[in-house]
């Protein structure tokens, strides 16, 4: 049986990634993850483990925060970005969706979505807007007037007009009622479905080891727990550090490990 760090098809892959922010700020240490071909993938931790950089360095986007890569590398199959400007990692079929405060206000939720495509197929509209209804109900409002979910359908709607491979979500569920998550969540899963890889960073543990089929937690810029997210989603380990499960009876030890059943 195969080792879980060689996993099958990787098509994105982060290896050994160190980057920083100016002399002072290592932000991430050494960090390797792979997202497969049709995977969803997340990544976990607390505030300021690194979440947002490392979806900054696979985006492209690290040198507009001031940072970066001083070490490793990310490649799409097989094929390194790290010099890639960020359009040319969007051509790749690498996309981020925005925050969903992020947007465009004045404009009317069609007007958002062409900026996410341009040359997008009529097709492709009709994708987004049968995941996302309520956009299609919405097409010619200002996207102002949305409430905060329906904005980060939005997000999600634009990132999906250029057609990702694999689509790089921070935190979709950020400050949403719990119904509105959900219903993002079960979008996500569809989005999946469709053949879109996905990378969802998330503090909602509990929900992103629902949706995912992997999943790595990030401490303080270092990768210190991977392992397939039902693994993680049964341990005592995660449920009592991520999921909130307290059990004074159960010491919590917490080190670089994976938890595998490859691991015996
Ligand atoms: N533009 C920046 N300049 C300097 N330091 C930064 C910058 N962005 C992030 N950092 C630092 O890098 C570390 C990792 O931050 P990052 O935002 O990647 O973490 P995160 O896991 O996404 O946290 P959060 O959940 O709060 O967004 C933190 O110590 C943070 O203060």
């Keep these: 049986m195969k080792p879980p760090d060689v996993r099958a098809q990787a098509a994105l892959s982060v290896r050994d990634l160190t980057v920083s922010y100016g002399r002072a700020v290592r932000a991430l240490h050494e960090v390797s993850l792979d997202v497969p071909q049709g995977e969803i993938v997340t990544v976990l931790g607390a505030n300021g483990a690194g979440k947002t950089t490392l979806m900054r360095a696979i985006s492209g986007t690290l040198r507009f925060h001031g940072g970066v890569v001083s070490s490793g590398k990310v490649t799409y199959s097989g094929v390194s970005l790290n010099t890639s400007p960020a359009h040319r990692i969007v051509e790749t079929g690498i996309v981020q969706a925005p925050e969903g405060r992020r947007v465009f206000g004045r404009m009317t939720v069609e007007e958002n979505l062409k900026v996410g495509g341009f040359h997008a197929p009529e097709s492709t509209k009709k994708r987004v807007f049968d995941l996302f209804p309520v956009l299609a109900e919405r097409r ?4 102002s007037l949305l409430s905060g979910g329906e904005q980060q359908m939005l997000a999600m709607g634009r990132a999906l007009m250029a057609r990702p491979k694999v689509l790089l979500l921070d935190e979709p569920t950020l400050g949403l009622a719990p119904l509105m998550a959900q219903t993002i969540a079960r979008t ?11 990378l969802l960073v998330e503090q909602n543990a509990a929900l992103a080891l629902r949706l995912a089929d992997y999943a790595y937690v990030l401490d303080v810029g270092q990768v210190a727990l991977r392992g397939p997210a039902a693994e993680l989603a049964a341990s005592d380990e995660v449920r009592q550090r991520y999921l909130g ?4 009876q159960i010491p919590v030890a917490f080190g670089t490990r994976t938890l595998s059943r490859w691991e015996g």
């Design 245 to 248: 499960i307290v059990d004074e």
């Design 140 to 143: 010619k409002q200002r996207a």
């Design 188 to 198: 996500v899963k569809e989005i999946n479905e469709q053949g879109t890889s996905v």
